[in-house]
């Protein structure tokens, strides 16, 4: 929201993202090795990885502009929906017995995503469903 409102130009800083995300491994790897932890460092490296991943992917913007179309329309859906099909995998793969951490990481991922767009479609099949995504597009449409 900031970058919009103040109109910040991130076109062509992809080397300067680059740089912070190489930054931001090193640091990971310094505060781990250090056994630093808090409020502060955690917010910083968080920060630091947020500008990175931002500047890198601002020129792909002709690349991924559809598909980030795509999901603009679902933020809120994902936003709302993401922890209960991402819990629910993780519960189903544990009782089956799948222990493999990069399964859970990239099935979680899938289906954080995948559940909620999935769950919006029937939601707004049903419009008395969509309440529950956007109770004032639902009233205002009664009126």
Sequence with gaps: M??????????????QGTILGLLFVI??????????????ISFIMGLLACVAVILMVTDFEEKLGRGMDF????????????TLFAASLRSVLLK????????HVVLGLGISFAGPIIATWIMKKTKWLEFFLYPNKVCLRNK
Excluded: D, E
């Design 71 to 82: 999901l603009a329309k679902y933020t809120m859906p994902i936003f709302l929906m993401h």
């Design 27 to 40: 640091l990971s790897v310094v505060v781990y090795a250090a056994g630093i932890s808090g409020g502060a």
């Design 96 to 103: 089956v017995g799948v222990t493999n951490a990069v399964a």
């Design 2 to 15: 900031s970058i919009y409102t103040f109109n910040v130009q991130l076109k062509g800083r992809k080397v």
